[in-house]
């Protein structure tokens, strides 16, 4: 199976910081990620589709200026919390599209978010 | 519009019993379905998944789950459980490609030894 990392899997910041989390697809290009967002016992929730080489695609009512998406290469997509705060606490995963005759998603494997 | 329902939330079986998760769908177009495993703090890994090719379609760890088209479903089994089954367990549907995932709420699976 393809291979998918995620960094950090786990950060504890203060409320009105900036978090950084890295995607990194490590055996395959992937010109399409995606950005999940889980939150305790419950499934995930896609936040935005990642395209490389354009803007993300957020999904409804998930604020773009909030949740900064680059995806400068075809193996690496960067979500940034910016000014996070408590309620952005959560687990955020992040998928790369691996193309072929049966396109499947790939997972990382999730990085833990708190907020002070 | 599409959207999956995993009935049950919780399921126990016996260690060596039957597993059955049960994933009704709704698809406006013919669709692409998944199964995805997670275990405690990790990220999703990818089961099995229909394509439109075979309606049995057999996965890893000897899972394997039944695309029917009259019933909507596609329910995923394994003939006996291991403790290391325990896990939470995700179906999710796609109206072509894997690019518009949408996913269940999820079934815990509990092995009991």
């Known amino acids: 199976g393809a291979v998918v990392s995620q960094h950090p899997s786990w950060v504890i910041c203060k409320s009105g910081t900036s978090v950084k989390i890295e995607c990194r697809s490590l055996d395959f290009q992937a010109t399409t990620m995606f950005w999940y967002r889980q939150f305790p016992k419950q499934s995930l929730m896609l936040m935005a589709t990642s395209n490389e080489g354009s803007k993300a695609t957020y999904e409804q009512g998930v604020e773009k200026d909030k949740f900064l998406i680059n995806h400068a290469s075809l193996t690496l997509s960067t979500l940034t919390v910016t000014s996070a705060h408590p309620e952005d606490s959560s687990f955020y995963i992040c998928?790369?599209?691996?193309?072929?005759?049966?396109?499947?998603?790939?997972f990382g494997p999730g990085t833990r978010l708190t907020v002070l | 519009a599409q959207s999956v329902t995993q009935l049950g939330s919780h399921v126990s079986v016996s260690e060596g019993a039957l597993v059955l998760l049960r994933c009704n769908y709704s698809?406006?177009?013919?669709?692409?379905l998944f199964w995805y495993v997670q275990y405690p703090n990790q990220g999703l890994q990818l089961l099995l998944k229909y394509t439109s090719a075979a309606t049995l379609v057999k996965g890893i760890n000897g899972f394997e789950a039944e695309f029917k088209k009259s019933e909507t479903s596609f329910h995923l089994t394994k003939p006996s459980a291991h403790m290391s089954d325990a896990a939470e367990y995700f179906c999710a549907v796609s109206e072509g490609g894997a690019n518009n995932l949408f996913f269940g709420t999820g079934t815990r699976l509990t092995v009991i030894p």
């Open positions: 698809s406006s177009v013919p669709p692409y």
């Open positions: 998928s790369a599209l691996r193309p072929g005759p049966a396109d499947t998603q790939y």
